[in-house]
């Protein structure tokens, strides 16, 4: 079933609704009134922008818990350690295989349109000092390099509750992978009952969520208004080169490669995929989060997708940190940008570099609004780019980011498709209902 207002007006069709209308209000108001006027300073202050964060918080609150009981129901319900290996190293080998591709299609486009080539200095001083701010506090958090022992260390956490207190997803991630391999090693009528209670966890988030879900076209109206009262038609312009190249990159992946996916992988209609994602699509561009968007995209894996349960409950989950080729697209894009807005010529190996790093960072993201920031400024440290000039960025990387966003998040759904057509018993047995309950 179709989430849906109460009326009958599909979910989908309010957001989108919810975002013309912030948008054009927002657009209205900066360009008759003035984003700097007193009183449209209080509104974003004090209402819309609460309103907008309040929506995300909610969701935030209840991702965690829907993150760790998804991943162990997933991973128990395989109830073959051969199949949950299957699927992992499938799943793997297609988020490497298209993130790089990713990488490779936003490096391209950088060197054969040289963005950085033709910005104004004038408008990327007045950007670097707007954005001076924001771009000291990325750069205090950004790491210093990427060590690859430490990664992978970082993976197993001490401590999971302090993990997920620290909202450090993928050491979660691995714990609750582990907590799911053990319930499926252990079969007693403990751990029967210790599932249950897991899948109930699941069933109440996803209701949860649901329910905060129908707050979506009001937030969306809120948070596109902010945008658009406090920036204008400057969203759109500042730094129009950078923000063209990287949006051709992201549209050449999303009307390209991922159909070419979904038809040789999954063997579906390309068009028929993105009728069903539209919803989840919408949810993310609206959001900037992945990991807020990870309800609906399992909701619609389910009911519109008609993929397993199990498969995912399982490859979204992980996809939702893991497979962020949008976000290595970006990063690629920006680090060589920034390299030739300061004159810094990069070497065909420092390019490789900077794709493997992409890679690695794409993997590592957390999937929360401008979550790849500092690892932008990580990247320009290692090939000698000034960190500061990240600041030029940030004027629009809210858009770029709802862009890449939604690149994620298909990404997901699509690689998601294509491990379920790989599975034997995927087109003979029907599923079962799925779990959580719709909302109407």
Same mark, same amino acid.
């Given at each position: ?100 591709? &990713?990488? *490779?299609? /936003?490096? !391209?486009? +950088?060197?054969?349109?040289? =963005? ?5 200095? $004038? ?52 714990? &609750?992978? *582990?907590? /799911?391999? !053990?319930? +499926?090693?252990?079969?007693? =009528? ?5 599932? $249950? ?244």
């Amino acid at each position: 079933m179709e989430t849906s207002a109460r009326r009958g007006l599909p979910l989908h069709w309010l957001m989108l609704a919810g975002f013309a209308i912030g948008l054009g209000a927002g657009l209205f108001v900066n360009m008759n009134v003035g984003g700097d006027t007193p009183w449209v300073e209080w509104v974003t202050t004090n209402v819309t922008g609460p309103i907008g964060q309040i929506f995300l918080r909610l969701l935030f609150m209840l991702v965690l818990p829907l993150l760790f009981s998804a991943i162990v129901v997933g991973v128990a319900e395989m109830g073959d350690l051969n199949v949950l290996g299957r699927v992992g190293w499938r799943t793997l080998g297609y988020t490497i295989v298209i993130s790089t591709i &990713a990488v *490779l299609i /936003g490096l !391209g486009m +950088v060197n054969l349109f040289r =963005p950085g080539d033709g910005v104004d200095p $004038v408008l990327a001083r007045q950007l670097l000092a707007e954005g001076a701010e924001g771009a000291r506090n990325i750069t205090e958090n950004a790491p210093e390099q990427i060590q690859l022992g430490q990664f992978f260390l970082d993976l197993i956490p001490q401590n999971p509750i302090a993990a997920a207190a620290n909202n450090q997803i993928l050491p979660l991630m691995v714990f &609750a992978l *582990l907590f /799911g391999i !053990g319930l +499926v090693m252990v079969r007693s =009528p403990a751990t029967d009952q210790l599932q $249950v209670v897991i899948s109930g966890l699941f069933e109440i988030m996803m209701k949860l969520i649901g329910i905060v879900i129908q707050l979506a076209p009001v937030a969306v109206a809120c948070l596109m208004f902010n945008l658009a009262a406090l920036f204008g038609w400057d969203l759109l312009v500042r730094l129009a080169a950078f923000v063209g190249v990287a949006v051709a990159a992201m549209a050449i992946h999303m009307f390209i490669v991922y159909p070419i996916v979904v038809m040789i992988a999954a063997r579906r209609s390309p068009f028929s995929f993105f009728a069903q994602v539209r919803e989840p699509m919408l949810v993310a561009f609206s959001t900037a989060s992945s990991n807020a968007t990870l309800p609906v995209s399992l909701r619609i894996a389910e009911t519109e997708l008609k993929l397993p349960r199990r498969i995912a409950r399982f490859v979204l989950t992980v996809g939702a940190t893991a497979n962020q080729n949008g976000t290595a697209l970006f990063e690629g894009v920006t680090v060589l940008f920034l390299a030739q807005f300061f004159g810094v010529e990069l070497s065909f190996m420092q390019q490789v570099v900077v794709m493997l790093v992409c890679i690695l960072g794409g993997i590592g993201t957390a999937g929360v609004p401008a979550g790849s920031l500092p690892v932008v400024a990580m990247i320009l440290g290692m090939v000698g780019v000034p960190i500061e000039g990240i600041g030029l960025i940030l004027g629009v990387d809210r858009f770029l980011d709802m862009c890449r966003t939604t690149l994620n998040v298909t990404g997901d759904l699509v690689i998601a498709t294509a491990v379920a057509k790989g599975e034997p018993d995927t087109a003979a047995t029907p599923e079962p209902e799925p779990l959580a309950p719709q909302v109407t």
